[in-house]
């Protein structure tokens, strides 16, 4: 994405998120990158996050948020290759354009909180000539987005039934998503504890069904639907259940 090299000019954000909208077929964390500098995207910025997580990262400028008084500057408008200039020593003329700013970002935060899509701003430094500087200092998570303790990966890739290492999905792994997600949220661990995610091959068909449980960094295998009251109750105090963790030699079989 750094290196990509447009082949026009304009912002549609609409239509990339409807675009999203259409492609996505399986539940995802969905990231926007941009300025938010748009209209018409609340329509399908709502439909999108009804089914995905959309985490809006909005880049801005220090120069957009406070015009300097230097007088008259010429500008140019990168996406319709305008000139025109502009009096920055008119205090009317910075007034309006906080204004204008100001009305923007009550727009997106409305269209944001409406879709029931999380929020984070990421500024660029002053002096920096890069487009966007990620330095932690210069951070501001303005809604962040809710981080649970562990992440639990469900595999479910399916193969050719007659595969030889079979399939998680062939094992079950739907049954054993739907059961540990409805467990976790019965045990009041779904907003702050843990949360349920389906993944693709995660390379342990051998083994499967299989439960890849981050930050932790470990797979649990062979998980059943009987397994999952144990999985869960072991997350509530801290802990895993070991039977169910696969083995360095269980991992280099895959």
Request: proline share 4%; with cysteine; glycine share 6%.
């Amino acid at each position: 994405m750094v290196a990509y090299e447009p082949k026009g000019r304009g912002t549609d954000l609409a239509g990339a998120l409807a675009f999203l909208g259409r492609v996505l077929r399986k539940h995802a964390i969905v990231f926007v990158v941009s300025d938010w500098i748009a209209s018409d995207f609340d329509r399908p910025l709502a439909l999108l996050a009804r089914r995905h997580e959309v985490v809006a990262l909005e880049v801005t400028d220090p120069f957009e948020r406070d015009l300097p008084a230097t007088g008259l500057v010429r500008a140019r408008d990168l996406e319709t290759g305008r000139n025109v200039w502009m009096d920055l020593g008119a205090r009317a003329a910075r007034a309006e354009w906080r204004a204008a700013k100001a009305r923007r970002a009550r727009t997106l935060s409305e269209a944001l909180v409406r879709a029931r899509a999380f929020r984070s701003l990421f500024r660029r430094r002053n002096g920096s000539r890069r487009a966007l500087d990620l330095g932690a200092s210069q951070r501001e998570n303005v809604a962040t987005m809710p981080q649970r303790r562990r992440y639990l990966f469900v595999c479910s890739n399916r193969r050719p039934d007659d595969n030889p290492k079979g399939s998680c999905a062939a094992k079950g792994s739907a049954a054993v998503y739907d059961a540990l997600k409805a467990r976790i949220f019965e045990k009041s661990l779904a907003k702050v504890e843990a949360r349920a995610c389906t993944a693709s091959c995660l390379d342990q068909c051998a083994t499967g069904v299989s439960i890849l449980v981050e930050p932790d960094h470990f797979f649990y295998g062979r998980v059943t639907v009987e397994d999952v009251p144990e999985i869960v109750d072991a997350l509530a105090s801290g802990g895993r259940v070991e039977r169910l963790v696969l083995s360095a030699s269980d991992l280099e079989r895959g």
